[in-house]
């Protein structure tokens, strides 16, 4: 019993070498770099200009955009990440519905780890000052079925709450699962949508999100993404 005490004390001793080795062999996130990245991007490399799509301080005015102020840094990281083609695969893991590259794609294909750091440290700094809320919010019904998936799930079909995972308030959970209180309804809807069809194929541990939204159905999409939407 002791020995297998030592081994695991020596493991985890390895483990946690090669992490401090890693971190320190990584050079902290630049955030006025981040800032540079965000409003001018570099067309040098073919970077755009984050701005032109995802807003001012990252409050996208448009709804097909989602707002990204904010953000974690893990979070906008790892979806930066997953607009790139893994070494070895054939696509990213996001992609529009018919399996073709995203808008980003282009753009994130240019990208190396410091700029992904540097810009998530940036974005992760602001604060939504512009907030989208819930679009129906005046039909009694259909506010009252939002609420009901999202809080409750949908038993039936073995559809769990949205609130497990992004919170009774909608703020997400660090690093994992992103806010919804605020985000374009719309977009939410999108990504439902997507991850129903397989667009978005990293929701998760073995795309538990794929695997709940491909058991929601249309007009239950609509209104738990209206209703997630508006939360406060």
Same mark, same amino acid.
């Given at each position: 019993?002791?020995?297998?005490?030592?081994?695991?004390?020596?493991?985890?001793?390895?483990?946690?070498?090669?992490?401090?080795?890693?971190?320190?062999?990584?050079?902290?996130?630049?955030?006025?770099?981040?800032?540079?990245l965000y409003m001018q991007g570099d067309?040098?490399?073919g970077i755009l200009a984050c701005v032109? %799509? !995802? =807003?001012?301080? #990252?409050?996208?005015?448009?709804?097909? *955009? /989602?707002?990204?102020? @904010?953000?974690?840094?893990? +979070? &906008?990281?790892?979806?930066?990440?997953?607009?790139?083609?893994?070494?070895?695969?054939?696509?990213?893991?996001?992609?529009?519905?018919?399996?073709?590259?995203?808008?980003?794609?282009?753009?994130?294909?240019?990208?190396?780890?410091?700029?992904?750091r540097d810009l998530a440290a940036y974005?992760?700094?602001?604060?939504?000052?512009?907030?989208?809320?819930?679009?129906?919010?005046?039909?009694?019904?259909?506010?009252?079925?939002?609420?009901?998936?999202?809080?409750?799930?949908?038993?039936?079909?073995?559809?769990?709450?949205?609130?497990? %995972? !992004? =919170?009774?308030? #909608?703020?997400?959970?660090?690093?994992? *699962? /992103?806010?919804?209180? @605020?985000?374009?309804?719309? +977009? &939410?809807?999108?990504?439902?949508?997507?991850?129903?069809?397989?667009?978005?194929?990293?929701?998760?541990?073995?795309?538990?999100?794929?695997?709940?939204?491909?058991?929601?159905?249309?007009?239950?999409?609509?209104?738990?993404?209206?209703?997630?939407?508006?939360?406060?």
């Amino acid at each position: 019993m002791k020995n297998v005490f030592s081994k695991v004390l020596l493991a985890s001793g390895l483990v946690m070498g090669l992490t401090a080795g890693t971190s320190m062999a990584q050079t902290a996130p630049d955030v006025k770099r981040g800032e540079a990245l965000y409003m001018q991007g570099d067309m040098q490399r073919g970077i755009l200009a984050c701005v032109a %799509c !995802h =807003g001012v301080g #990252g409050n996208s005015p448009l709804a097909m *955009y /989602p707002h990204v102020a @904010g953000l974690p840094e893990g +979070y &906008i990281i790892a979806q930066l990440k997953n607009f790139q083609v893994p070494e070895g695969a054939t696509k990213a893991a996001r992609t529009n519905p018919d399996g073709t590259p995203t808008l980003m794609a282009p753009t994130v294909l240019q990208m190396n780890d410091q700029d992904m750091r540097d810009l998530a440290a940036y974005i992760a700094g602001l604060e939504l000052t512009n907030p989208a809320f819930a679009k129906n919010a005046g039909d009694v019904d259909f506010v009252h079925r939002g609420r009901q998936i999202y809080r409750a799930g949908i038993p039936e079909r073995n559809v769990p709450a949205c609130a497990s %995972c !992004h =919170g009774a308030e #909608g703020k997400g959970m660090p690093e994992l *699962y /992103p806010f919804l209180s @605020g985000q374009h309804p719309e +977009y &939410i809807e999108q990504q439902l949508h997507a991850f129903a069809t397989g667009a978005r194929q990293h929701g998760g541990v073995e795309n538990q999100m794929g695997t709940i939204a491909d058991r929601i159905n249309a007009a239950d999409i609509k209104a738990v993404s209206d209703y997630a939407a508006g939360i406060r």
